[in-house]
């Protein structure tokens, strides 16, 4: 089935953060929407389904052959599962957001590797983070502009309409870069794949992703970070970042 698609990312110009890519399938009568970083080649994989069940998951033959048999993600694949939250403003959702700091933008940029579709955001300020909003607007919503424009200062990445006629909208703005020992990070969930553990004493690209839940609005997000950014500690005494 045909896709509408977005995809993005975050450069500074000789460097890149891993892609992001967004899409809904055409012609099927349904309006799901899913959301996948690029760079895991579709093993994880946010899933809004329009029956109001959401998750966040890794694809099962994906873990088999990466995730130790005893982490939790082995177990169970879902990092996250929730049922669709209220609406922030009438009509209209935020259901993930996606923090690249700086320091994430690290991957070597080459034109002939990217698509010509891809948007590519300029990194932030010193100590400043780009944080991608992923928002949802029903067909009634009548907008001469793009959400959070005025309320967040944000700018527009792109949209498209899915089935039902609501509209997806992906939008950035620059935030302060949020402290990791702030983040009520526990280790005991970190799963730590074979292929990074074979490559990280010579791998300079090896990274982290951190999710967590937004008190506030109760959006759901994905942190990028370069592994030396993450503090051992985080990952229990004694242990390698990875």
């Known amino acids: 089935m045909p896709n509408r698609a977005i995809r993005f990312g975050v450069t500074n110009g000789p460097y890149r953060s891993s892609t992001w890519k967004c899409w809904s399938r055409t012609g099927t009568g349904k309006h799901d929407v899913y959301l996948t970083c690029r760079a895991l080649r579709g093993a994880l994989k946010l899933s809004l389904h329009q029956s109001g069940n959401w998750h966040l998951g890794f694809d099962r033959n994906f873990l088999e052959k990466e995730a130790p048999d005893s982490s939790s993600l082995y177990e169970d694949r879902f990092v996250q599962k929730w049922r669709k939250p209220d609406n922030i403003a009438p009509g209209i959702h935020l259901p993930f957001r996606i923090i690249i700091p700086n320091s994430a933008v690290t991957i070597p940029y080459k034109r002939k590797d990217l698509k010509k579709s891809l948007h590519l955001i300029s990194t932030a300020e010193d100590k400043a983070a780009i944080e991608v909003l992923l928002f949802i607007t029903e067909k009634d919503v009548k907008t001469s502009n793009w959400p959070g424009k005025n309320s967040m200062s944000t ?39 074979k292929s990074a553990l074979e490559k990280r004493d010579g791998e300079r ?4 992703i951190i999710f967590g839940k937004n008190e506030k ?26």
């Open 205 to 208: 690209n090896l990274r982290t």
């Open 155 to 193: 700018k527009l990445i792109d949209s498209f309409e899915i089935e039902n006629e609501s509209t997806v909208w992906f939008v950035y703005h620059e935030i302060e870069m949020p402290e990791l020992t702030n983040l009520n990070f526990n280790s005991n969930n970190a799963t730590q794949f």
């Open 217 to 242: 609005d109760r959006s759901r997000y994905a942190m990028e970070l370069k592994i030396d950014s993450v503090k051992p500690s985080l990952f229990g005494e004694g242990e390698k970042e990875n």
